[in-house]
C-alpha cells in the first residue's frame, strides 16, 4: 500500500524565544492539525512572557533561501505569513512568492503590536503590506486593531463596513477575529457573503500566540483540503481551546496557549 504523502505548510514568520508565539506557536498549529510544519524566519526576538527586548531582522536573501529550499525540495501546500517588521522584509516576502504556484493558499496574520505591547510592524510598512502581501492572499486574519489600521481608519469602524473595506485591499477572504471585538465572534466575508463564527470568551485563560494559532490552523486546514469558511470555522475553535487551555502559570506575563492540552494531561 502506498504511504500518504503528509500535507506540507510553510510559516513566515517571526521567532518567539519564549515559544508562545510566532513560528514557534505556528509549528505546533500545523503539527496539531496533521501537517509537517517548514519555516522561513523573518526576525528573530528577544522575548518571554513579559516584553520584546530586542529584534533582529534577517537577512532578506536569508528569508529567500529559505522559502526556496523548502519548495524545491518539500513542495508547499500552504503558506502561514505572519511577523514581516519592515519595507525590506516585505519585498522579500513577495520576491519569493513570486516564484511559487500562484495557486498556493496564503493565510496572512498581519502581525503588528505583540501581546505584551511592542511594536512589531514599522508604520512605513503598512502601505507596503497592504499592496504586497494582503493583495495576494487567500485569507487574512486581523485582529479588530490590526483591521483597522489596514482599512486607514482607527476609529469605530467593524462590522460589514470593515471586512467590506479589507476585502476591497484584494485579499479573496478576510477574517476579523473575535479576540478584541466586543463579542468573541469571528467575522468571515468572501466578498459575497458576511459569516459570523460565534464562540465563547475565556478571560481566565492565557492568550499569548492565540492569533499565531488560528492563522496556522487556518493555513493547515487549506493544506487538507478545505475550502476557507471550512478551515476558519476549525481554526476559531483550535484557538479558542487554545487559549482556554492556556498556560498561565508559565512566566509572570501573557501566558502562552496550549494547543495539546499539555497542562491537562497527568
Same mark, same amino acid.
Given at each position: 500500500?502506498?504511504?500518504?504523502?503528509?500535507?506540507?505548510?510553510?510559516?513566515?514568520?517571526?521567532?518567539?524565544?519564549?515559544?508562545?508565539?510566532?513560528?514557534?506557536?505556528?509549528?505546533?498549529?500545523?503539527?496539531?492539525?496533521? *501537517?509537517?510544519?517548514? $519555516?522561513?524566519?523573518?526576525? +528573530?526576538?528577544?522575548?518571554?512572557?513579559?516584553?520584546?527586548?530586542?529584534?533582529?531582522? /534577517?537577512?532578506?536573501?536569508?528569508?529567500?533561501?529559505?522559502?526556496?529550499?523548502?519548495? #524545491?525540495?518539500?513542495?508547499?501546500?500552504?503558506?502561514?505569513?505572519?511577523?514581516?517588521?519592515?519595507? $525590506?522584509?516585505?519585498?522579500? *516576502?513577495?520576491?519569493?512568492?513570486?516564484?511559487?504556484p500562484?495557486?498556493?493558499?496564503?493565510?496572512?496574520?498581519?502581525?503588528? +503590536?505583540? #501581546?505584551?505591547?511592542?511594536?512589531?510592524?514599522?508604520? #512605513?510598512?503598512?502601505?507596503?503590506?497592504?499592496a504586497? +502581501?494582503?493583495?495576494?492572499?487567500?485569507?487574512?486574519?486581523p485582529n479588530?486593531?490590526?483591521?483597522?489600521?489596514?482599512?486607514?481608519?482607527?476609529d469605530?469602524?467593524?462590522?460589514?463596513?470593515?471586512v467590506?473595506?479589507?476585502?476591497?485591499? %484584494?485579499?479573496?477572504?478576510?477574517?476579523?477575529?473575535?479576540?478584541?471585538?466586543?463579542?468573541? $465572534?469571528?467575522?468571515?466575508?468572501?466578498?459575497?457573503?458576511?459569516? !459570523?463564527?460565534?464562540? !465563547?470568551?475565556?478571560?481566565?485563560?492565557?492568550?499569548? %500566540?492565540?492569533?499565531? $494559532?488560528?492563522?496556522?490552523?487556518?493555513?493547515?486546514?487549506?493544506?487538507?483540503?478545505?475550502?476557507?469558511?471550512?478551515?476558519?470555522?476549525?481554526?476559531?475553535?483550535?484557538?479558542?481551546?487554545?487559549?482556554?487551555?492556556?498556560?498561565?502559570?508559565?512566566?509572570?506575563?501573557?501566558?502562552?496557549?496550549? /494547543?495539546?492540552?499539555?497542562?491537562?494531561? !497527568?
Amino acid at each position: 500500500m502506498p504511504v500518504r504523502r503528509v500535507p506540507v505548510a510553510l510559516s513566515i514568520a517571526g521567532s518567539d524565544s519564549g515559544g508562545g508565539a510566532g513560528i514557534q506557536a505556528d509549528l505546533k498549529a500545523f503539527a496539531r492539525a496533521g *501537517v509537517h510544519g517548514t $519555516t522561513a524566519i523573518t526576525a +528573530i526576538t528577544v522575548q518571554n512572557t513579559v516584553a520584546v527586548s530586542a529584534v533582529q531582522a /534577517v537577512d532578506p536573501k536569508i528569508i529567500i533561501g529559505q522559502i526556496r529550499a523548502v519548495a #524545491e525540495d518539500l513542495g508547499v501546500d500552504a503558506i502561514k505569513i505572519g511577523m514581516l517588521g519592515d519595507v $525590506t522584509t516585505i519585498e522579500a *516576502v513577495a520576491q519569493a512568492l513570486d516564484e511559487l504556484p500562484p495557486t498556493t493558499p496564503i493565510v496572512h496574520d498581519p502581525v503588528m +503590536i505583540a #501581546e505584551s505591547g511592542a511594536r512589531l510592524l514599522a508604520l #512605513e510598512a503598512v502601505a507596503a503590506l497592504r499592496a504586497l +502581501i494582503v493583495a495576494r492572499a487567500t485569507v487574512i486574519t486581523p485582529n479588530l486593531a490590526e483591521a483597522r489600521v489596514l482599512a486607514d481608519d482607527d476609529d469605530a469602524l467593524d462590522g460589514i463596513e470593515l471586512v467590506r473595506s479589507l476585502h476591497a485591499l %484584494g485579499a479573496r477572504n478576510v477574517v476579523v477575529t473575535g479576540g478584541h471585538r466586543a463579542a468573541a $465572534t469571528d467575522l468571515f466575508f468572501d466578498g459575497q457573503t458576511l459569516t !459570523e463564527l460565534a464562540g !465563547e470568551r475565556h478571560p481566565d485563560g492565557a492568550a499569548h %500566540g492565540s492569533g499565531c $494559532t488560528h492563522s496556522a490552523t487556518l493555513a493547515a486546514r487549506l493544506a487538507l483540503g478545505d475550502d476557507p469558511l471550512a478551515a476558519a470555522r476549525q481554526a476559531r475553535a483550535v484557538a479558542s481551546a487554545a487559549v482556554a487551555d492556556g498556560l498561565r502559570e508559565l512566566g509572570t506575563g501573557a501566558g502562552p496557549v496550549d /494547543v495539546f492540552g499539555l497542562g491537562r494531561q !497527568e
